[in-house]
């Protein structure tokens, strides 16, 4: 897979660096702005950007149009930042980590566009069932190459995966990334009990 730069969602045309540039700013003075303050009006939106209302309303007609861009954005961003882990083709425990810690960064930094990505969106739609099936292919690597048991169930693995991710996400500042993918990763492949209980 290629990564390729992320230009912000405005709609079917291309746009100009310097229009690239406004609406990146827009967007990124909603995620601070929301994050902050989910209830945060376009105008604060706008003074946190550094441009006029009237600007932000020419890229966004409305409050929603913005929200719906906003976590377009990021899901694009999400996808791109797994890619960066190269799960295809990097051995598949550090793919794991690399993944895992890319993921969080995404989310610590874009905690509320991508709490607002919903499914109904085609688009948010298509690369998260991308991103599903890229996680599937690491965990099958990892079970071919002997990370993960070779009577792991691959699809509860992965939303077990998830879970753990969402739960990270949740304590941003406890942690750096590096951090959390560790914990995440170790709790995936050890989880907290003894190598033998058994012996017990």
């Not at 706008?46 to 976590?71: K, P, S, W």
């Amino acid at each position: 897979m290629t990564t390729q730069r992320q230009s912000p969602p405005t709609g079917n045309r291309p746009l100009r660096a310097d229009a690239e540039r406004t609406v990146t700013a827009i967007l990124e003075a909603a995620e601070r702005t929301l994050g902050a303050d989910p209830a945060a009006t376009v105008e604060q939106i706008a003074e946190a950007a550094g441009v006029a209302r009237t600007t932000v309303h020419r890229r966004f007609a409305t409050r929603e149009a913005l929200i719906d861009a906003l976590a377009t954005w990021a899901t694009r961003r999400f996808a791109a930042a797994v890619e960066a882990a190269h799960p295809d083709t990097a051995p598949p425990l550090v793919a794991l980590y690399r993944t895992t810690a890319n993921v969080l960064g995404i989310k610590a930094s874009w905690g509320f566009a991508m709490s607002r990505a919903s499914a109904v969106n085609p688009e948010v739609a298509r690369i998260h069932a991308e991103v599903r099936t890229t996680c599937e292919r690491l965990f099958l690597r990892a079970r071919d190459a002997g990370v993960l048991r070779p009577d792991t169930d691959i699809a509860w693995t992965r939303r077990v995966y998830y879970a753990l991710i969402h739960e990270a996400a949740q304590h941003p500042d406890e942690h750096d990334p590096d951090t959390l993918a560790t914990l995440v990763v170790d709790t995936l492949l050890h989880g907290a009990g003894t190598p033998r209980p058994d012996r017990l």
